[in-house]
């Protein structure tokens, strides 16, 4: 329209300055809005590379969180710890019975225990089956406790055995299993004597009754 003389020179100035303006302006405002994206996202790309490896943290963390037993079996005497509680390192929180075998726990005075020594030979009685008509269990020992347990006015080191087998079996042919909560007596093997031993000790108590001792 300037060109073709519509328009005075004056007002295309003006026209032409206040599109010039607007133009300079918009880049101006493009450059400041990416300039403001950017930090943005520079931020956001922080803030996401702190979560995940506050994330890789905690998952790492997590194997702390989760006891896990090494054999399966029934809780008991579980303490009542509730969640979001502290654990204390040391501090028993259950115990666990094992499904797939027993232990035998027998509590042995001070002065028998020396006689006792790991993988020593025992034999069990239990008291709810005659063992005249029953027979016995026998196993090992497999643990001995290294410190003594004080209970009232008893003292006695915690001995533990295995069963070689849970089995009992009348001369009939019926069978039957033991079960956790049994009570039996041990019998530890501790040397084999011959009945000319066995003779030769009486006869020797007969002949020098000072050494019998009761």
């Given at each position: 329209?300037?060109?073709?003389?519509?328009?005075?020179?004056?007002?295309?100035?003006?026209?032409?300055?206040?599109?010039?303006?607007?133009?300079?302006?918009?880049?101006?405002?493009?450059?400041?809005?990416?300039?403001?994206?950017?930090?943005?996202?520079?931020?956001?790309?922080?803030?996401?590379?702190?979560?995940?490896?506050?994330?890789?943290?905690?998952?790492?963390?997590?194997?702390?969180?989760?006891?896990?037993?090494?054999?399966?079996?029934?809780?008991?005497?579980?303490?009542?710890?509730?969640?979001?509680?502290?654990?204390?390192?040391?501090?028993?929180?259950?115990?666990?019975?094992?499904?797939?075998?027993?232990?035998?726990?027998?509590?042995?005075?001070?002065?028998?225990?020396?006689?006792?020594?790991?993988?020593?030979?025992?034999?069990?009685?239990?008291?709810?089956?005659?063992?005249?008509?029953?027979?016995?269990?026998?196993?090992?020992?497999?643990?001995?406790?290294?410190?003594?347990?004080?209970?009232?006015?008893?003292?006695?080191?915690?001995?533990?055995?295995?069963?070689?087998?849970?089995?009992?079996?009348?001369k009939s042919g019926y069978k039957?299993?033991v079960s956790k909560g049994m009570?039996?007596?041990?019998?530890?093997?501790?040397?084999?004597?011959?009945?000319?031993?066995?003779?030769?000790?009486?006869?020797?108590?007969?002949?020098?009754?000072?050494?019998?001792?009761?």
């Amino acid at each position: 329209m300037y060109d073709k003389d519509i328009i005075a020179k004056a007002e295309y100035e003006k026209y032409d300055y206040e599109c010039r303006f607007t133009k300079h302006a918009l880049q101006s405002y493009v450059r400041q809005q990416k300039s403001t994206w950017e930090n943005q996202k520079r931020d956001l790309e922080e803030r996401l590379k702190s979560l995940n490896g506050a994330v890789a943290k905690i998952k790492a963390e997590s194997v702390n969180y989760v006891v896990l037993a090494p054999i399966s079996g029934t809780i008991e005497n579980f303490s009542g710890v509730q969640i979001g509680s502290f654990i204390n390192a040391s501090q028993p929180i259950a115990t666990l019975s094992a499904a797939d075998y027993l232990i035998v726990e027998n509590n042995v005075s001070p002065k028998d225990i020396g006689l006792i020594q790991k993988s020593q030979k025992v034999k069990f009685q239990l008291d709810a089956f005659n063992y005249n008509q029953w027979g016995l269990l026998e196993g090992k020992v497999i643990d001995i406790d290294h410190n003594i347990t004080i209970q009232g006015e008893q003292a006695f080191f915690k001995v533990r055995c295995a069963l070689d087998s849970k089995e009992l079996q009348v001369k009939s042919g019926y069978k039957t299993n033991v079960s956790k909560g049994m009570t039996l007596t041990t019998r530890y093997t501790i040397a084999r004597r011959s009945l000319f031993d066995l003779l030769f000790d009486k006869v020797d108590d007969w002949l020098n009754p000072k050494q019998i001792t009761t």
